[in-house]
């Protein structure tokens, strides 16, 4: 019998599966979805699609991963988290905010969403879209976005992405032999496709 890893990279979505199985998808995407400064430098997309993968059965290495247990994890995790963000908007969020340039830039972007999508268009986009994401929870609750609103839209969101990546993972850990050996390639995929929102966005001019 093997104890817990020693050492385990805690920016890694691999590393993190190896080392604490699905409890990890619980614990990092609960950070990750709403917990400035810590979950800013989490995995979250990055870690659903290599789990779903390592649910499938027939992989030849790595841990196997049940993926009712990954599934309710990503999906407790998703939502838990983002409502705790949004709690921590409301009571002092901007006193984190200003303890780093970096969130702070992330969090402008996270306004700026709210402000041209509309709370529950952006609440949608916003989960999509890796730094975006941990910080439009608080930042919701600083701009005292109404808690029905934001409860009901960032439950459908935060199913909709963490279901949406386990499925998918799975999906190509079942369809495509030795695809777990690749998972770097997945990894890459998905953070270029995760930015499009942003990429894409409509330019607005100033009159």
Request: proline content about 6%.
């Amino acid at each position: 019998m093997t104890g817990l890893p020693l050492a385990v990279d805690p920016t890694s979505g691999s590393s993190l599966l190896a080392g604490f199985g699905a409890l990890a998808v619980l614990v990092v995407i609960f950070a990750e979805s709403g917990l400035l400064v810590v979950g800013f430098f989490l995995p979250g997309d990055t870690l659903l699609l290599p789990a779903g993968v390592l649910c499938a059965a027939g992989h030849t290495s790595g841990p196997h991963l049940s993926l009712w247990q990954v599934m309710l994890c990503a999906a407790v995790g998703a939502v838990a988290g983002a409502q705790v963000g949004f709690l921590i908007g409301r009571h002092g969020g901007r006193s984190a905010l200003a303890r780093s340039p970096r969130l702070r830039s992330a969090a402008a972007r996270g306004e700026a969403l709210l402000r041209r999508y509309g709370y529950r268009k952006a609440i949608l986009i916003g989960r999509f879209v890796p730094l975006i994401r941990t910080v439009l929870s608080p930042m919701a609750g600083i701009l005292d976005v109404p808690t029905r609103t934001f409860t009901v839209w960032q439950i459908v969101a935060g199913l909709l992405w963490s279901q949406s990546l386990v499925l998918a993972g799975y999906w190509l850990g079942a369809a495509v032999p030795g695809i777990e050996n690749y998972l770097w390639l997945l990894v890459g995929a998905v953070v270029a496709l995760s930015l499009l929102p942003v990429l894409l966005r409509p330019r607005h001019h100033s009159d």
